[in-house]
């Protein structure tokens, strides 16, 4: 008991019994100040080197748009830091600090091997952990260049082996993207607004070049809403509706005179000459009569009359200030030469043979019908009611002022019209050309109106409402009026004609208070076309023509349509459009302007939302290249039957963006690239490190 008491009492060796009990404690403190101080000074440098990395990667994203480019700049600026590229990682992610936005991820993984702290614990190595996300900046608030808008709608649906390319925009729903197998997306990025992801059982949405694809859900905004180009093209409509129809020309009122009768008994017209004041000399060599009236300033004729076999030279060497009334019809015949002056035809006028009229003043009562071989010399020209040309005739004016009423004839069977051609009929230019009534150029004629750039056309609508009607075959060129002249039609253009060619003119405006309908070759000249109604082509067949020097089906450069939908097609698969491609109408051709008040605007369709009608690329209307943007916001955009849109993945003049209230493409390619924009973005490189 003793010795217990002892040893309990005892105070040897304390100081090494507490040194062993504390001896590890001693060590730990040790191992975190020296190795947890130590890895906290490598986390932080770890740090710095992730924000420089992800800073690096972001701005290589921002340039080139590649994620290879991005990883490769994130992992050489770790490298110069003394991070090996085994640590780093990089990639692209949805922005932790802005909805929408993108950014670039880095992440460095390290070990710091361990030593006094394996007294407390097994580990050999403390792992080091640092992260950086750089935001991609305040990015243009940019939908791309394939937007389908409307919510509510289907959203962007492709089928049948349909390919989207779209290498540096992207593409955007409001709603569902539907890619299913054998269709693929190739874009920047997919946008989507639905509550599930884009459908793509094969992974058909897929980066440029086969990269990782961008898939975001976000709401995409109309980015032509509100632009300014957009509205001003729309407005147009109001001065296209408050359009209306010139009037027929007056008809001459000289309704006496004396008649002439240019027969083989020369004593009988000699006698009736004398009585007009004239005289009247035979060659019989050359059965031709000679009419003389000197320097009489007014001539009244009733009726003249030509014998068969008789040529005639009617005041040839006279006056250009003589006036010249004739109240009875007229047909000419053989050869028969009109000289200078003023006339006024009361009556009706009937060419045959070769006639040729000299620069004068024209004024036509009755219609005028040209038969053989017709020349007109420059002067202005007065039709009450109407011209129209016989077949296999040939007529030719030289240039003037033509104002040209409605015939109380149809033309072809079909309506009456102003100017109904069945031939070879030639307008002299520059001029100008008035016709209330329309023109028919009916199958396989020709008709050439003006030349030079400063023509001006007003035509007005035919009996069935058409104000320019073209024929199977037939040939209508209309010179350009880009000088101060105007195109103005109020009726529809109706070129439903196969194999025909029609040549529009150049001018800053084309007001058509009607639909345009074509079903051969058109040659668009430059400008804006105001189209107060629908514009299809081929919805009753036709296709490809030889016109304006090759073989085309639509092609026009620096154009922009407009449309109001105001009227649908009802012409089979253009059947409630607006916009139509369909038939044998490939490889068209729409380039809209790259300066001025509608630049890279192709085709603007209704933007009321009560005109909820659309576009399609029907059943043959492959290859159509469009270049600018195509923008039907209230009407869908269908395209399929082999149908394809191709804007340029390498022109940046030749874009396509394709804005509808959804879009559905089946069978067919679509190559895209943004053209316009939203009004409110601002073009943007600046990157911010956000975590």
Known sequence: MQILRRFVHNRDGNVLIMSALLLPLLIGMAALVTEYGGALVERAGNQRTADLAAYAGALAYNATKSTDQMSAAAVNVAALNGVPAADVQAAL??????????????????????????????????PIYANAVAEL???????????????????????????????????????????PCGTSISAVGVNYNSAAAPSQPCNGITGPNGTAAVITKKSTPDPLAGNAAVAAAVARFSTVAAMSATTAPSAPTNSTGNNIDFAWNQGSTQGQATALG???????????????????????????TIGGGINLNFATSGAATTTYNIAGDLTTSATTNFGPGTYNFASKLTTAGTTTFGAGTYNFGKQVTTAGTTTFGAGPFNFAKGLTTGGGATTTFGAGTFKIGISDNTCGGIARVSLC????????????????????????????FGSGTSNSYKIGPGGNGDAITLGGGSTTVMADATSSGVFQV?????????????????????????????????????????????????GSGGGSASCGGSTISVYGNNVTLVLSGKAKSSSGSCNGYVFCVAAGYS?????????????????????????????????????????????????????????????????????????????????????????????????????????
């Open 421 to 448: 051609n069945t031939s070879t009929l030639t307008f002299g230019g520059p001029s100008t050309f008035e016709l209330p009534g329309g023109l028919n150029n009916t199958g396989g004629a020709s008709i050439t």
């Open 93 to 126: 992610v949805t922005s932790p600090k802005t909805s929408g936005m993108n950014a670039v991820s880095v992440s460095i993984r390290t070990q710091k091997q361990l030593l006094l702290a394996r007294v407390l614990d097994n580990r050999q190595q403390l």
């Open 490 to 538: 109020i009726g529809n253009v109706n070129g439903g004609g196969g194999g025909s060619c029609f040549v529009v003119p150049a001018t800053a405006q084309h007001d058509i208070e009607g639909n345009f309908i074509a079903s051969g070759a058109i040659l668009l000249g430059a400008g804006v076309y105001t189209i107060d109604g629908y514009f299809a082509l081929g």
């Open 137 to 179: 900046g305040a990015q243009p608030l940019t939908p791309g260049c394939m937007l389908a808008l409307d919510g509510t709608q289907t959203g962007i649906t492709l089928s049948g082996g349909t390919k989207i390319t779209a290498p540096k925009c992207t593409v955007s729903s409001n709603n569902t993207v539907t890619v």
């Open 278 to 304: 004239c005289t009247a000399s035979w060659t019989s060599s050359t059965s031709t009569w000679s009419l003389n009236c000197g320097s009489k300033t007014t001539v009244n004729f009733g009726t003249i």
């Open 587 to 691: 490889n068209i051709v729409l380039n809209a302007p790259q300066t001025g008040a509608t630049a890279k605007l192709a085709v603007i369709g209704p933007t009321s939302t009560s005109v909820t009608a659309g576009a399609t690329f029907a059943e043959g209307g492959s290859n159509a290249q469009i270049s600018g943007a195509f923008y039907f916001p209230y009407g869908p955009i269908i395209m399929n039957g082999g149908s394809s849109v191709l804007g340029s993945s390498t022109d940046s003049s030749k874009c396509l963006q394709m804005i509808g209230s959804l879009i559905s493409l089946s069978g067919g390619t679509a190559a895209a690239s943004e053209c316009i924009a939203a009004s409110s973005s601002s073009a943007s490189s600046k990157v911010s490190l956000v975590q």
